[in-house]
């Protein structure tokens, strides 16, 4: 019999489609260079965004930066949220690489904002 698996997360998270076109540009490891990314969901705590195979090649452990996000309810959110990779998805029959990211620091604007979004998404029972 299996058992059932309890949900790790403590925050609730927000699921996008790919089609929903929720980008986060983002600043690479060392600050080097500024990309764009479909963002799938975020929480207060982190998000998974995805990239083309042929786009860009990230690692875990590495360090990015979350300057905007894009595409929310005709916002634009600026945030300026420290985060490291701490999980890479990658699938043979896939064409995009998953990341998966936890905030490490960020500023006190940017988590109320990610918070009172979040609040809303759920008040109006949206999923996606």
Not at 54 to 67: A, G, Y
Not at 75 to 94: A, H, P, S, W
Request: charged content about 30%; glycine content about 8%; overall charge neutral.
């Amino acid at each position: 019999m299996k058992e059932i698996q309890e949900e790790k997360r403590k925050f609730n998270r927000v699921p996008f489609l790919y089609n929903d076109e929720i980008i986060g540009t983002f600043i690479g490891p060392g600050g080097r260079e500024k990309f764009k990314a479909h963002i799938l969901n975020f929480s207060i705590q982190g998000l998974y965004f995805t990239l083309r195979k042929d786009e860009k090649l990230l690692h875990e452990s590495e360090k990015l930066v979350l300057i905007e996000i894009e595409g929310l309810r005709d916002q634009v959110f600026i945030l300026n949220i420290e985060m490291e990779i701490r999980r890479v998805l990658n699938y043979d029959e896939l064409l995009h690489l998953g990341y998966g990211c936890k905030f490490t620091t960020f500023p006190e604007s940017s988590k109320e904002q990610i918070r009172r979004f979040l609040e809303m998404w759920f008040l109006e029972g949206r999923t996606s």
